[in-house]
T-cell receptor, first 113, second 112 residues
Framework: EAQVTQNPRYLITVTGKKLTVTCSQN?????MSWYRQDPGLGLRQIYY???????DKGDVPEGYKVSRKEKRNFPLILESPSPNQTSLYFC????????????FGPGTRLTVT | GDSVTQMEGPVTLSEEAFLTINCTYT??????LFWYVQYPGEGLQLLLK?????DKGSNKGFEATYRKETTSFHLEKGSVQVSDSAVYFC???????????FGAGTRLAVHP
């Protein structure tokens, strides 16, 4: 089954404790992206990757890091989480640069206290 | 910059009612337009899309027509069901920024 998986689905952590949210897709997609979803703001892009070893900032990259060492994986790293990073996070992938249809993971709900 | 504006929710309807969710966009050129749906506890799924002016996207009884002259892509369904309860996102593909730009989302609640 073609899918994007994320782990964990739920995470409660404390300020400053480094964490990683994993994302993996099995569709051989080149393009992958991370979004955060906040009430009234829709989805905002954090980082994206056009291919292996190629990443770039989205609209709200501050406080986040990513890496793309393999085509299928695109982890999101929070080196020192803060309460304003409490949000619902989605990973997405797409076949090519045109981005006409993105496939989304189920989401990771992160709470930073 | 490019942007999308959706009508605010929540929208509350009775089963079999007619649905319209308004969406307007600001973008240069002729961007592709999309509606995504998010069911409770799930990620977003593509509902329908239109890639050029006057195109009509349709899926699962939902329709939206690409109106270049009014820069709109309103979502409609003639008879909603309880199972349509979800959050609906309008999006535009920005060629200038090479990414999808989403509206804030509209929550739809359908009651029996």
């Amino acid at each position: 089954e073609a899918q994007v998986t994320q782990n964990p689905r739920y995470l409660i952590t404390v300020t400053g404790k480094k964490l990683t949210v994993t994302c993996s897709q099995n569709m051989n997609h080149e393009y992958m992206s991370w979004y955060r979803q906040d009430p009234g703001l829709g989805l905002r892009q954090i980082y994206y990757s056009m291919n292996v070893e190629v990443t770039d900032k989205g609209d709200v990259p501050e406080g986040y890091k990513v890496s793309r060492k393999e085509k299928r994986n695109f982890p999101l790293i929070l080196e020192s989480p803060s309460p304003n990073q409490t949000s619902l996070y989605f990973c997405a992938s797409s076949l090519d640069r045109e981005l006409y249809e993105q496939y989304f993971g189920p989401g990771t709900r992160l709470t930073v206290t | 910059g490019d942007s999308v504006t959706q009508m605010e929710g929540p929208v509350t309807l009775s089963e079999e009612a007619f649905l319209t969710i308004n969406c307007t966009y600001t973008a240069t050129g002729y961007p592709s337009l999309f509606w995504y749906v998010q069911y409770p506890g799930e990620g977003l799924q593509l509902l329908l899309k239109a890639t050029k002016a006057d195109d009509k996207g349709s899926n699962k009884g939902f329709e939206a027509t690409y109106r270049k002259e009014t820069t709109s892509f309103h979502l409609e369904k003639g008879s909603v069901q309880v199972s349509d309860s979800a959050v609906y996102f309008c999006a535009v593909f920005s060629g200038g920024y090479n990414k999808l730009i989403f509206g804030a989302g509209t929550r739809l609640a359908v009651h029996p």
